[in-house]
């Protein structure tokens, strides 16, 4: 199982619905890196917290016989971040996005955007093998942002504990 928004079950092999891309969308220079280690474990699952330790410009952690790369890309609003989660899998790497709201007090995450459908393609987003793959960073930024500000929801919330 993959660590981030993926720590509720999702497998690498099975990304239908996730929002993908099929190279990395957060660069170094782009990386935000406010936290030195980031402990979470998703509202109503058995699953022992994640642990992500900051290593260069991202986080990391090992889930499953798999090492995990979390980034967050940091936006104009305090507080919100693009995560995006890659691992390997039969040598193959996989990457998931979500749009993190990290709370004030830093003891609860929610994430947005992590499932997607086919009626969310679009520019820079598009229907690929059962999952939405991001062309454009910023086009999945507005996209998130729509969501949210439509009083959507989160996929996942989180407990925290940052250091």
Known sequence: R?????????LLAALA???TSDKPLISDADAATPYAKITFKARGE???????????HEYVTHAEN???????????????????MSGAEDGKVERLYGLVNVAADAKVAYAYA??????????????CKDAICIDDLDAYVRHANTIVDAGGEPDVTYDITVE
Do not use: C, H, Q, S
């Open 114 to 127: 992590t499932v997607g459908e086919a009626k969310d393609a679009g520019p820079g987003l598009r229907d």
């Open 66 to 84: 798999t090492d995990l790369a979390v980034r967050f890309f940091a936006l104009p609003k305090a507080n919100w971040f693009v995560t995006e």
């Open 46 to 56: 058995d699953d022992a917290p994640t642990v992500l330790t900051l290593a260069g």
């Open 17 to 19: 619905g996730f929002y």
């Open 2 to 10: 993959m660590a981030g928004f993926a720590v509720t079950g999702l």
